[in-house]
């Protein structure tokens, strides 16, 4: 279906990009308009970086500077009912620092020492309404932390009963698997939720960020 977006974006030798997204609707309107956003947003951020001294100074260089932009560029370049929930994060691997922002996307979880914080932050989706400027906030991740984005097509996938996999079941299996590689994370969760539809039709795609701070 091809509706969700996630990127790791190398900006130097000690800074990243974390993004993940979803995108309203489904099928090949979807999958163009996630490969127009990973293109605006990749240069935006190549940008940003290049003008990092200068733009450091005068503090400007943000996440949520990203986003605004990117914002008014979908609205103008996107049918009205074309958006994206986004959620953007720059992390510093000399102090663990990660800066991030939040457009109208699930909260991300971080597992830290057996619990589970969640990334507070909210604002509106990228591409719905013109002129939106975003905020941005800051955590820093400690060694052994676990940080997952996601998006609903994890949270929200029903059973035959019409019950969802939900938050609560989610923060439950990354605290039993936090230890592990991260690949096999991704796959315990894939493999949850698959057994928990069962045969009910899945409407929606899954999609899991996982990043650990060493």
């Known amino acids: 279906m091809s509706g969700d977006y996630y990127d790791f974006i190398a900006l130097g030798r000690d800074r990243v990009a974390l993004a993940i997204g979803d995108i309203s609707g489904k099928g090949i309107s979807a999958a163009l308009l996630m490969a127009h956003i990973q293109s605006a947003l990749r240069s935006q951020l190549m940008h940003e970086n290049n003008q990092r001294s200068t733009a450091a ?29 986004f959620f953007l994060g720059l992390y510093s ?10 457009a109208g996307h699930l909260a991300p979880i971080v597992v830290r020492q057996g619990q589970v914080l969640r990334l507070a932050g909210e604002g509106f989706p990228v591409g719905l309404f013109p002129g939106i400027t975003y905020d941005h906030q800051a955590t820093v991740l400690q060694p052994g932390d676990l ?12 059973n035959r009963s019409g019950d969802e996999f939900g938050d609560h079941r989610l923060s439950e ?11 096999e994370i991704a796959s315990a969760v894939s493999t949850s939720v698959a057994a928990w539809a069962g045969d009910v039709e899945r409407h929606d795609d899954t999609t899991l960020l996982l990043a650990r701070r060493l």
């Open 173 to 183: 299996l990354l605290v039993c698997h936090v230890d592990k590689p991260l690949d």
């Open 57 to 85: 100074e005068n503090g400007t260089t943000s996440p949520s500077s990203v986003l605004t932009i990117l914002n008014n560029h979908l609205y103008i370049s996107s049918p009205p009912e074309k958006y994206a929930t």
């Open 93 to 102: 691997d000399e102090d663990g620092q990660l800066i991030y922002t939040n």
């Open 147 to 158: 940080l997952v984005a996601f998006t609903d097509g994890v949270t929200e996938t029903p």
